[in-house]
């Protein structure tokens, strides 16, 4: 190979290389709110967890998962998106707030009592709060979605949830990590 050639391959795959980074930051550009927004709706599982630990109902909630998820497909295919995609990733979101759910009353039962804590208003105040956050993922879902079209949806997925994790310093044992891993893994239409 001449040098000029030389020169050439290396350029070619310095540019390789490049549009691969630029590539992976676009990517983190789109996940970033999206799982900021998953984070925040999974802290929202402490209160949760707290008002069915005072009402002594159950973690689970067949009619309420079900129009949770009635609702979030009618207002992603207002946006657009396909309703196996919005029905996977919103499902992950329950499920991921329920593994937070289990974690927190698993443990009050075991050392005998919850945190102290004023009244929670599931209804009133809790599930206005996890609407508003709906349509914030929703929106979400829709600009992150060249990711979700994209060969390494899982991978970049996984990039996007380690970053968060580092930056919040959870510790990858952590459930809060597990959880968030847990709401992702719908995102993608194969994880």
Request: aromatic share 6%; with cysteine.
């Amino acid at each position: 190979m001449t040098p000029f050639n030389l020169k050439a391959l290396a350029c070619t795959g310095l540019a390789l290389l490049a549009s691969q980074a630029a590539y992976a930051q676009h990517d983190e550009v789109l996940l970033r709110p999206l799982v900021e927004s998953a984070a925040q709706r999974l802290a929202i599982a402490h209160d949760v967890a707290l008002s069915k630990w005072d009402s002594g109902t159950s973690v689970e909630d067949p009619a309420r998962e079900a129009v949770v998820i009635s609702k979030a497909v009618a207002e992603g295919g207002q946006s657009g998106l396909p309703a196996d995609d919005v029905t996977r990733f919103f499902k992950a979101q329950i499920e991921a707030n329920k593994v937070v759910q289990y974690g927190l009353l698993t443990t009050w039962r075991r050392i005998g009592y919850a945190p102290q804590h004023a009244p929670i208003d599931l209804v009133g105040t809790i599930r206005p709060e996890l609407d508003s956050l709906q349509t914030k993922l929703i929106a979400e879902l829709v600009e992150a979605r060249p990711v979700l079209e994209g060969k390494d949806c899982a991978t970049e997925v996984a990039h996007a949830v380690g970053r968060y994790a580092f930056e919040h310093q959870y510790h990858l044992s952590n459930v809060p990590l597990i959880a968030l891993d847990r709401a992702m893994a719908g995102f993608c239409r194969i994880y």
